[in-house]
């Protein structure tokens, strides 16, 4: 499980292991960590141009003591001062090493092969000081490497408000941050290296997960010996209209991929026959242990979810049913993304996008249940605040009737035994990794998410992947 922390408690962390270490330890291991991270992405340090933008806190000495490091090794390191105190023994070390340091911008070379971002740090306030913008400025198309996280973004909401650094690489300490994966700032950071610096006793519990592909295998429902298609679970799929009628066929899709041992579909006659042509192996209406309501009902998705809920098991509410979603759903999964999640909550789209990790908390608090905002980073939360984050998918995901996919999918799995946070987080972490298979590179379209799903399941559980 990748995990990412608060401020607060990487700072109690980095507190308990300065006390255990020889002064200044910590920061030597960070720098150590970030100068190989540097000489990586150049392939080399020897007569490489390094600028380091260097502000007053911490980062700004990892940044002057990996400068060091650098020149130590044949680099041409210069720093642009941002603040009138930094880090002494740091910018001491820097020109020791052969490095140079200023606080005149047209005092630096005009051709850096890389900028390494060290103006502030987990600390920091969002946005930034307009010397750095012009600095910024002046060398925008350089790559360009974070310490810890890009200056100018909020590192425990991961909002983004005015300027910020727009890394290629960021190299974080001790754990990941929360602006590392959540939407927006998780775009600013390009690439993660993680630098182990020894922390994870002192951690505490996380404020973000994110499934990798052992944790989905340990999580994966697989038949036992004596399994039937009754006790590997049963998922109904009540979706679909005469104006989309597509929309059941998608949903059928992703709950039809072999994780459940049978799937009901429930609706209008004449889209129940195209559904059995497509997928014969599809039943009518019968027990299930869990539903998928909503994707394409139209105007009978409110009927949809009222006879869903009756049966007293799991549903994933998705699309048109979400509109009908009126009080506390404990046990069932809400599927919106950010204009439906808006709706709900009675606000604009924009704080929802500018604030995905609040507003999904506040819907599972609200609502008392799993609730999953699809995005570049979907999020799972629970009603306990636990949240987990998908870092897989690509761009292409963004395309009709994939939601559809995914609804299905996670129905499909709450039918087959997991709990509701883990259902809509593997569910979600399948769907974005088969569609980035199924892409290779180029565009999709949602059917072909649920073709790969099941080669994705297989070598995950093979431990190919």
């Known amino acids: 499980m990748l995990h990412a922390h608060t401020v607060e408690a990487v700072r109690r962390a980095e507190a308990a292991a300065m006390a255990r270490l020889p002064e200044g330890a910590l920061m030597q291991r960070a720098a150590a960590g970030l100068a190989a991270a540097v000489l990586e992405l150049l392939g080399g340090g020897y007569g490489r141009r390094v600028l380091l933008l260097v502000g007053p806190g911490d980062n700004g000495g990892d940044a002057l003591w990996a400068g060091a490091r650098l020149a130590a090794r044949g680099s041409r390191v210069e720093a642009l001062l941002l603040a009138d105190r930094v880090h002494e023994a740091g910018l001491a070390a820097l020109r020791a090493a052969g490095g140079r340091a200023t606080h005149d911008l047209d005092r630096l070379h005009g051709a850096p092969d ?121 998922v109904g799929v009540r979706a679909g209209s005469d104006t989309y009628p597509g929309a059941a066929l998608l ?60 049966d007293g098991v799991p549903v994933v509410v998705d699309a048109d049913a979400l509109r009908h979603v009126a009080a506390p759903l404990p046990g069932c999964v809400l599927t919106p993304h950010a204009g439906e999640l808006a709706a709900m909550l009675g606000v604009q789209r924009e704080p929802v996008e500018a604030s995905p990790l609040e507003h999904v908390r506040e819907a599972a608090r609200r609502w008392e249940c799993v609730v999953l905002l699809k995005g570049h980073h979907t999020l799972v939360a629970d009603p306990g605040g636990r949240v987990r984050v998908t870092t897989t998918g690509v761009p292409w995901l963004a395309t009709a009737g994939a939601g559809d996919v995914l609804a299905g999918l996670v129905g499909a799995l709450l039918a087959a035994g997991l709990e509701p946070h883990d259902a809509a987080s593997v569910g979600s972490w399948l769907h974005g990794a088969a569609a980035t298979e199924a892409a290779a590179g180029g565009p999709l379209t949602a059917t072909r998410v649920a073709v790969q799903i099941p080669r994705l399941v297989r070598e995950t559980l093979s431990g190919a992947r």
């Open 251 to 310: 949903a059928v899709a992703g709950a039809n991929t072999g994780l459940a041992g049978m799937v009901r579909y429930v609706g209008p006659a004449h889209v129940a026959d195209t559904v059995r042509s497509v997928h014969p192996e599809v039943v009518g209406a019968g027990r299930v242990q869990a539903w998928v309501v909503g994707p394409g009902g139209g105007d009978d998705a409110g009927a949809m979810l009222d006879a869903a809920r009756a």
């Open 114 to 234: 890389v900028v390494v971002d060290g103006i502030v740090g987990i600390g920091g306030r969002p946005g930034l000081h307009p010397e750095a913008v012009v600095a910024l400025e002046r060398y925008d198309g350089v790559p360009v490497v974070a310490v810890d996280v890009p200056s100018g973004v909020d590192v425990d909401s991961g909002r983004v408000e005015g300027p910020h650094v727009r890394a290629d690489l960021t190299v974080t300490f001790g754990t990941h941050k929360v602006a590392h994966l959540v939407d927006p700032s998780s775009t600013a950071c390009g690439a993660i290296h993680l630098v182990d610096l020894g922390l994870a006793g002192d951690l505490g519990p996380p404020a973000l997960e994110a499934l990798q592909p052992d944790d989905v295998r340990a999580l994966l429902p697989r038949p036992g010996p004596t399994a039937h298609k009754y006790t590997r679970g049963v």
